[in-house]
Nanobody, 120 residues
Framework: QVQLVESGGGLVQAGESLRLSCVAS????????MGWYRQVPGNQRELVAT???????NDAHFVVGRFAISRERSKDTLYLQLNDLKPDDKAVYYC??????????????WGEGNPVTVSS
């Protein structure tokens, strides 16, 4: 099992930046990939960015040029740098980890969510 603890969210004005962190603990050696997702009330949870074992990333279209995902394996920590934040970026941001279980299946683990609020 893996536990994910997020931090770094808060309230900022448009144009400002935040850096989200997600610290993983437990069976971290079984993590195949990690990522960030976000959700606005009334909407589906959507992909922000993922990063795999080879550090290849998969980014949503709104990420390019503003956001950056990274992973520091020695600290079991995932980051999301949020630059030039816009009001549309307001959401609860969730850390995700994909784990290979003993049966060979992929299992998703989630943090509790990290709210980001952007005022105009």
């Amino acid at each position: 099992q893996v536990q994910l603890v997020e931090s770094g969210g808060g309230l900022v004005q448009a144009g400002e930046s935040l850096r989200l962190s997600c610290v993983a603990s437990g069976t971290t050696s079984r993590i195949k990939a990690m990522g960030w997702y976000r959700q606005v009330p009334g909407n589906q949870r959507e992909l922000v960015a993922t990063i795999g074992a080879n550090d290849a990333t998969n980014d949503a279209h709104f990420v390019v040029g503003r956001f950056a995902i990274s992973r520091e394996r020695s600290k079991d920590t995932l980051y999301l740098q949020l630059n030039d934040l816009k009001p549309d970026d307001k959401a609860v941001y969730y850390c995700n980890a994909v784990i290979w279980d003993r049966a060979g299946a992929d299992v998703d683990y989630w943090g509790e969510g990290n709210p980001v609020t952007v005022s105009s």
